[in-house]
C-alpha cells in the first residue's frame, strides 16, 4: 500500500528521506542513508527532487553540507497544487468523454436475430430520437405487419406518444395497405426494382431488415446516416404519392 507521501506524488525514497529528515532536523547525506536504509547515490537523487518541491534545503556547516526538511505546512501547499491540478482534470473529462464517444460511435455495427431481435432495432429507434424526431423508411412492403403483427400496434402507440413521425417509402407492391398515423409515405416507381430488406434512418443510425430471414442490422455512424438520408431525399423526390 502507497505512504501517505506517495500520494502527494512523492516516490519511495523521496518519501523516506523526507520523514527521515523531519525526525533528523539538520542531518548529513551518510545520516540520511544510515536512517533510511537507502543507497548514498539514491539519497543524493531523492533530495534533489525534494530541494525542487520546495521540501528540504541544504546549509554548509564545517565546510559539509547538511540537509533539513522544510515544515509539513509545505505539504499543504503541495495538496492544494494536486487538487487545482485534479479539478482542471475534473474540466477536462466531459470533453475527453466527448471525444471518446465520437470515436467509439465510428466503430459500432450491431447484428440481431429472430424477431425479438428486430423489436430490440425498433425499440432503439425510440432510444435514439427525441420527440418531433423522425424515421424514414426506405424499402417498405408492409411485411412488418405480418411477422410483427403483435408488436406493430405497440410500436405505433409509443411512436404516436412520442410525436414521432415516420416517413416511408414503399414498394409498389405495398399499395393499398393502411396508412398509419403520423405517417407520411410514397411510392418507389416499379422501374426502381424490389430488394427483400428495408432501411431505416433515424438520427445518427441505419438499420438494414431482412424479414425473409429475420436478420437486422444497426450502423451508427452520422457519415452513414447522413448518406443514406441524401439518398432517401433523392428517391423521395423521384416517387408518387
Known amino acids: ?95 475527453l468523454l466527448e471525444e471518446y464517444k465520437l470515436k467509439k460511435v465510428k ?36 411485411v412488418m405487419r405480418d411477422i410483427l403483427k403483435f408488436y406493430i400496434a405497440d410500436f405505433n402507440r409509443k411512436r404516436v406518444k412520442n410525436k414521432i413521425h415516420l416517413k416511408s417509402l414503399y414498394y409498389q407492391r405495398a399499395k393499398g395497405k393502411t396508412v398509419f398515423p403520423k405517417q407520411e409515405r410514397k411510392f418507389i416507381p416499379a422501374g426502381f426494382g424490389f430488394l427483400p430488406v428495408t432501411t431505416y434512418i433515424y438520427g445518427d443510425r441505419v438499420a438494414i431488415l431482412s424479414f425473409d430471414e429475420l436478420l437486422g442490422i444497426e450502423i451508427i455512424s452520422k457519415g452513414i446516416s447522413k448518406s443514406y438520408m441524401q439518398y432517401f431525399n433523392w428517391l423521395w423526390n423521384e416517387s408518387e404519392s
Open 1 to 95: 500500500m502507497p505512504d501517505e507521501l506517495e500520494l502527494l506524488g512523492l516516490s519511495v525514497n523521496e518519501s523516506k528521506v523526507y520523514r527521515a529528515l523531519v525526525k533528523l532536523g539538520s542531518a548529513s547525506v551518510s545520516e540520511v542513508a544510515a536512517k533510511t536504509k537507502v543507497h548514498r547515490v539514491n539519497v543524493y537523487d531523492a533530495l534533489r527532487r525534494l530541494e525542487e518541491k520546495g521540501l528540504v534545503s541544504s546549509v554548509i556547516k564545517a565546510e559539509k553540507n547538511y540537509f533539513e526538511a522544510a515544515s509539513p505546512e509545505q505539504l499543504k501547499l503541495i495538496l492544494k497544487n494536486k487538487e487545482e491540478e485534479l479539478d482542471q482534470v475534473k474540466k477536462e473529462i466531459p470533453f
Open 107 to 142: 466503430q459500432e455495427v450491431h447484428h440481431y436475430k429472430g424477431k425479438r431481435g428486430l423489436i430490440t432495432i425498433y425499440e432503439n429507434m425510440f432510444r435514439t430520437l427525441k420527440p418531433g424526431g423522425t424515421i424514414y423508411s426506405i424499402g417498405t412492403t408492409g
